[in-house]
């Protein structure tokens, strides 16, 4: 039995929910290994301490750091995702919430200092700015080569701080584009996993949550 949270302080957490329900009925637990999964939303860290691994969602950084900081849970979100046993996927808003250190930044956004990256917000400019890419991720993904990926104001990850521990997994293929070569998506050691983009938004796609669920929950 594993346990996978979603955090629910703010954001796009309800997407990340739906998406991994749906692997688990649409692959179902004799697919992974015979092992039952439950999906449960955290709010607070009597939810927090049921899980194995900890989904941090899209929305405002620095709303979900100060709620985090409020409610007094900064301590054990810091504690659990620091915790090498448990597992942990941090997207846009979650990957800059998880990062060791911001570019340009007020300071409002006090970090889990997780991951050893680098991170510049918003850098793809304004919501207007948004857009879906098709990204080939068939290198870390098997058969993965048409995945739509969805960027609103994303971060990209301008530098990696331990090449020991954290792997580029994706950057942007956008020839002739100042935005050609960004680093989106990496993993730390074999239970990090950090994207820009919102995987939970590609309708009808499962494949990057049955990713996660694979290779850093169950690591099969
Ligand atoms: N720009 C937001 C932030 O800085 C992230 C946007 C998102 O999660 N879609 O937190």
Redesign the pocket.
Known sequence: HKCIGVLALQ??FIEHVHHLKRCITKYGSQFYNGITIKIITVRNKEELWKCDGLVI??????A?SLIAQRTGFYEDLYEFTHNPQKCVWG????L?FISDILMNENHLVKTLQLLHVKVK??AFGRQAQSFTQECDFSSFIDGCNDFQATF????VIEQILDDDTVKVLYRLNKPNSPQNGLIVAVKQNDNVLATSF?PELAEDDLRFHDYFIRHFMLKI
Do not use: F, L, Y
């Open positions: 954001g796009a969602p899209g929305g405002e950084s620095t979900m997207t846009c808003a979650g800059i917000r918003n609103i104001r994303a971060p919102h």
